[in-house]
């Protein structure tokens, strides 16, 4: 890599060091919101099958083989998109990774709650466990990345913080009287903020 490449990637991290610590938080917590989507694929196939099992006005009770797979859909879906993709975070950049993957979750969602059969139902699930996959790849990062060097590890444990916050919201949500398409469509209204949050934020310059 040329040096002027180097310089110019030198002053951006510069730049990044030295800037206030309020911009760098709101930029790290728009983003941050993929992780409560994060939180909330992880958890909502728990009360959504409860809910469709009660009385769901489209679809059956579910076989415990349908059960299974949408249950487990999502982790398979993001394990083989972490795989695929792990190189989009670099030649695409984390802020596009991470728009990419609210548009993915927000479609999902939008596919769960107005599935009137199995098939989009899954597809659904399956799409929204892709928008994890890139999730998991690039979140983490960027969040680091903003940050300035004295506030990195608190701006690290912001993911954590809103995957246990996602996961709370959907179990709070599973017990509310709200049946689980609207459920779905509130997690693709957080996807949607989440997608305008990224979009105004920096690209990081590593």
Known sequence: MPASSFTSQSIMMDSY????????LRYALGASLSGTLMGV??????????????NDF???P?????????SSLAALCAGIAGVIFSR??????????????????????????????????????AVSGIGLGLTCLSLSPYISELAPTVHRGKFASIMQLQVQFGILL??????????????????????????????VSPETPR
């Not at 694929?41 to 009660?54: G, P, Q, V």
């Open 88 to 125: 989009i975070v670099n030649v695409g950049g984390k802020k596009h990774t991470l728009m990419a993957s609210a548009l993915l979750n927000t479609a999902g969602y939008l596919l769960m709650a107005y599935s009137k059969n199995y098939d989009l139902l899954f597809a659904g699930r």
């Open 62 to 70: 579910p076989s415990s083989l349908k059960a299974s797979w949408f």
């Open 41 to 54: 694929t992880i958890a909502f196939s728990a009360s959504a099958l409860d809910d469709i099992n009660n």
């Open 17 to 24: 060091e030295s800037q206030p610590v309020g911009p760098a």
């Open 58 to 60: 489209y679809l059956d």
């Open 170 to 199: 959907i179990n709070a949500l599973g017990i509310s009287p709200l049946r689980f398409r609207w459920n779905a469509v509130i997690c693709a209204v957080i996807g949607v903020i989440n997608l305008a949050c990224v979009a």
